[in-house]
């Protein structure tokens, strides 16, 4: 048996057909079929049920498949740490991140890792908060800067830096010439707020609750510059933290006095995930870059 192999009948085993699989492989049929055929021989159990042309994995595949991928997966992450060793610096990264961090942070910190690290690819992934953590666990993703969160056992989630929250609302609204305002100010008017499954919706949530309100919600949206947008159409008030490209709206921030009107941003990952030498470089890094 080697790793080829392996190889094919996971790509047979995806898509349950032996042309489209040779097709994708750039090899003959009878090739593939010869290379399923000896490794179920090697095995001693037929992995596929066939009717004619047809095929589809038998309940001795759907086992074996799980551990092929397994092994492939082991395999490619040796394949990357031996590069490492030999070439440190070298390797891919998946990281995932909250859309406030995509318009400054992100870019400022790849600009700076391209200088240290030119050979190591970075893989980015951009969405909401829920999403990126359902790709970490999945493991999707070697890495993410995210909002603090609840973790368990496996999540592991270290500080890097803080974030003020602040009130931002149209340039005509009553509260636009302050420049500090207490939550009671602001705390009945309709609130555009991010949706949930996104940390700053619980940051926001938090702090209401901390203070004895109720989040009074008008509009959801998916990141900041929507929020920032309806705010200037004068549909409510909204807590965010600075991002770049705010001073392109009709809007004023205003500082909220309330110690805990901020959010904490860190690094989060997998304790139990393998990983390469190149996220663990990257890792170290990202801390250095934030202290």
């Not at 082991?74 to 406030?100: C, R, W």
């Not at 159409?233 to 770049?244: D, H």
């Not at 709206?249 to 190149?278: M, P, Q, T």
Request: aromatic share 10%; glycine share 6%.
């Amino acid at each position: 048996m080697d790793f080829n192999s392996l190889q094919y009948f996971v790509l047979v085993a995806k898509y349950e057909n032996m042309s489209r699989a040779a097709e994708i492989l750039h090899i003959t049929q009878p090739a593939l079929s010869k290379s399923i055929s000896l490794l179920e021989e090697n095995l001693g159990v037929a992995l596929f049920e066939r009717n004619g042309r047809s095929i589809k994995l038998n309940r001795y595949g759907k086992f074996f498949l799980e551990r092929a991928e397994f092994m492939l997966k082991e395999y490619e992450m040796a394949k990357e740490d031996l590069l490492n060793l030999v070439s440190p610096g070298q390797g891919v990264v998946s990281i995932g991140f909250m859309h406030t961090l995509g318009l400054e942070v992100i870019p400022q910190l790849m600009a700076a890792v391209q200088k240290v690290y030119p050979q190591m690819k970075i893989q980015l992934t951009q969405s909401n908060s829920s999403t990126i953590l359902n790709k970490l666990e999945a493991g999707e993703l070697d890495l993410c800067l995210i909002s603090s969160l609840d973790t368990h056992k496996d999540l592991v989630w270290e500080k890097l830096w803080e974030e003020e929250l602040f009130l931002i609302v149209p340039e005509n609204h009553v509260l636009a010439g302050k420049k500090h305002v207490s939550l009671k100010d602001f705390a009945l008017e309709p609130f555009i707020s991010i949706k949930k499954g996104n940390t700053l919706r619980k940051s926001v949530d938090d702090l209401f609750e901390q203070e004895g309100y109720l989040l009074n919600v008008a509009f959801e949206g998916e990141e900041v510059h929507t929020i920032t947008g309806l705010v200037e159409s004068g549909l409510g008030v909204s807590l965010i933290p600075y991002i770049k490209g705010l001073e392109q709206y009709r809007i004023r921030l205003l500082r909220v006095d309330a110690s805990n009107c901020r959010r904490e941003i860190g690094l989060a990952y997998i304790s139990k995930h393998f990983k390469s030498a190149a996220t663990k470089l990257l890792a170290d890094y990202i801390r250095e870059y934030f202290k």
